[in-house]
């Protein structure tokens, strides 16, 4: 897809839907909320924001996102002119609104994970880029779209929490010459970093500070990982996304190679987060039908939670 593309097809769709990921997180979520206002404010059509799972209350501050909506909210039987998927590495992490998706007319994929196959009529796959963000500024631009403040405060909060505040590998100098540009149009960058890094609730901390003092460390320590169950969640009164940054957390451990973090969903069913310093972990999240980048992946195991780490354990010390 070119950015032409872009263009030809907002203009010429009736209406237009734009979905995030399962568990969506700032890059998915503030490129979604960008893509809605640049739409909306330059070509005078308002999408409809689909969000797969709750939004994280540390994202509540974007601009607009209180008008996104679950997929049970659309009609069984609607069919949009234009569908976009924004940081989706595969269609099934759209959840549920992978049918509404496959039903448009026409279908977008935007994404910046090199393990994103290309699904849609038009693809915009960039690896090199840091983030979804990162990509929709470069188009923005490009086509001399109108970016005003709220939609520089959602695009830089997609590239400041997918480089975990420019700490990543994927933060680069085209990264931080954004992220100036972006501070240009009047993002106050210290007031976002405490929304996304310091604004966690109680028992987000208390469950992160559980995982922690429970982590099991093997081969030399080289990993690193810690299990949470569903009566954990209960236990301490958990969201689904309060385990956002226990797997980085991990992976700060001097000697961590690889960290792992196994959510227990299901009793048939485990979440997997997979970060590192240097092994490709999308390769080990290829292994169960997972994937993301080289330093950050994920995957789903389809087994319980103690059998999906026996495997999982198994996986990673193929690659160490």
Not at 67 to 96: E, Y
Not at 128 to 157: H, Q, R, V
Not at 218 to 228: D, V
């Amino acid at each position: 897809m070119n950015y032409q593309d872009f263009t030809k097809n907002i203009v010429e769709a009736d209406d237009i839907v734009i979905f995030s990921h399962v568990n969506p997180d700032g890059d998915t979520l503030g490129s979604m909320v960008a893509l809605y206002q640049i739409i909306k404010n330059n070509y005078k059509k308002e999408p409809v924001m689909v969000v797969a799972g709750d939004i994280p209350d540390i994202y509540k501050f974007l601009p607009d996102i209180s008008k996104a909506v679950t997929f049970d909210k659309i009609s069984k039987d609607k069919v949009f002119s234009l569908a976009i998927a924004i940081d989706i590495a595969a269609k099934d992490r759209m959840g549920m609104g992978t049918a509404i998706f496959d039903r448009a007319k026409v279908k977008m994929n935007i994404d910046h994970h090199k393990t994103n196959n290309g699904f849609g009529d038009y693809s915009l796959i960039r690896p090199e880029a840091c983030s979804a963000g990162e990509i929709l500024f470069d188009m923005f631009e490009e086509l001399g779209l109108s970016i005003n403040k709220e939609i520089a405060d959602s695009l830089y909060t997609s590239i400041v929490t997918d480089t975990g505040g420019f700490r990543f590998e994927n933060t680069t100098a085209k990264t931080f010459q954004i992220a100036s540009k972006l501070v240009e149009y009047g993002v106050h960058a210290g007031e976002i970093a405490r929304y996304c890094f310091e604004s966690k609730p109680k028992p987000m901390v208390l469950l992160q500070a559980n995982a922690l003092m429970n982590a099991e460390f093997l081969e030399n320590e080289k990993i690193a990982y810690t299990c949470i169950t569903i009566a954990d969640m209960a236990q301490l009164h958990a969201k689904e996304d309060y385990t956002e940054g226990i797997v980085g957390a991990l992976r700060q451990i001097k000697t961590t190679e690889v960290a792992a973090v196994l959510k227990e969903v299901t009793s048939q069913s485990t979440k997997v987060s997979l970060r590192s310093k240097h092994v490709d972990v999308s390769k080990i999240a290829a292994a169960f039908n997972g994937g993301g980048h080289a330093f950050a992946a994920g995957c789903t195991i389809q087994k319980p939670i103690q059998i999906a780490k026996d495997k999982l354990i198994e996986e990673i010390k193929k690659y160490l």
